[in-house]
């Protein structure tokens, strides 16, 4: 089982980039005990929503600026892409159900006897045993009620296996980046984050973490996949709700302009993208499409889904 400073690290690496790690650790040691929260160990709570077809959308291919300034590995880029299709909404447990149904597919924390969690009521990110997709708060927690929201303590390799089932794939970082800005870039339609907040309706943590998560938005934990409004091109939830793996290895710096990226050969950690449930203004701040999260590959996450990519004819 990873210590205390792995899961940190952890927490900084996929949840919380923009803070380093002295400043983690100051602002661990000056909190007081956060306030519980009553349903705990409830995964499915807030709203239900109208359900969001399971299609995908078509990304044109062509020329898209990507990145933000403000970010220093995520500087303003040009990409040239072909066409591909993008999932509508993330992989649901509905979906990934109907998956280990047919395949009998065993998760990475399944094997690795637990995954890493965020539960309310407590300080910091902590490895659960017995916590996987079907238990994302650990023993006692279950995805009742949870069936049309994404499916989290995936691995990236448990993403790539879906995908691969699903005849897809997972979707390259300038892939999903475009789909997010629905093919706008940060100078035509700013979606930096204004005030802590991000500028389109998600699922985010509002107040402070982790004292207090004021639920403006409903949610404590992930949201049907369909609870808010999708972007101009019609998919839904690419910024908060879950981080969703990205097909890249991470590298801290990228081409000025490349022709269908993919990133580098190797590396040790996947990127991920779009902020979650867990992104708070003082913690995290990620809910924008320039983000670039990241995380090993073979750690689960309950605040980490994915959504798949497909190519499309030219
Ligand atoms: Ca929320």
Redesign the pocket.
């Known amino acids: 089982m990873p210590d205390k400073v792995n899961a940190r690290t952890i927490g900084i690496t996929v949840a919380a980039a923009v803070v380093t790690v002295a400043a983690a650790v100051a602002i661990s040691e000056r909190l007081r005990a956060p306030e519980p929260v009553e349903d705990a160990l409830r995964w499915a709570t807030g709203p239900e929503a109208e359900p969001v077809s399971d299609d995908m959308v078509l990304i044109p291919g062509g020329e898209y600026v990507i990145g933000d300034a403000h970010h220093p590995d995520a500087p303003v880029r040009k990409v040239a892409l072909s066409p591909c299709y993008v999932d509508r909404h993330e992989v649901t447990n509905r979906q990934f159900a109907e998956f280990v149904e047919a395949t009998g597919y065993v998760t990475s924390a399944e094997k690795a006897g637990g995954g890493w969690c965020y539960i309310a009521g407590t300080k910091d990110w902590q490895f659960v045993k017995g916590a996987d997709w079907r238990h994302p708060l650990g023993p006692g927690s279950s995805i009742e009620g949870a069936e049309e929201r994404p499916v989290v303590l995936v691995s990236w390799y448990d993403a790539q296996a879906y995908a691969k089932w699903a005849g897809k794939r997972l979707p390259t970082e300038a892939e999903w980046e475009v789909a997010a800005r629905a093919g706008k870039s940060e100078e035509e339609h700013p979606l930096c984050a204004v005030n802590g907040k991000p500028r389109v309706p998600a ?4 107040g402070t973490w982790p004292d207090k ?1 004021l ?1 403006e ?4 934990y992930v949201a049907p996949v369909g609870a808010f409004p999708p972007n101009e091109w019609g998919l839904y939830g690419m910024i908060g709700n879950v981080w969703e793996w990205t097909a890249d290895w991470y590298a801290s710096e990228v081409p000025a302009e490349a022709q269908d990226p993919k990133g580098p050969e190797t590396g040790t950690l996947r990127v991920a993208k779009g902020g979650s ?1 867990f992104c708070s203004a003082n913690y995290c701040g990620a809910y924008t499409p320039g983000f670039r999260g990241k995380s090993p590959p073979d750690r689960a996450f309950n605040n980490v889904g994915f959504r798949c990519a497909k190519d499309a004819e030219q």
């Open positions: 699922n985010y943590w509002q998560n639920l938005d409903g949610y404590f449930w």
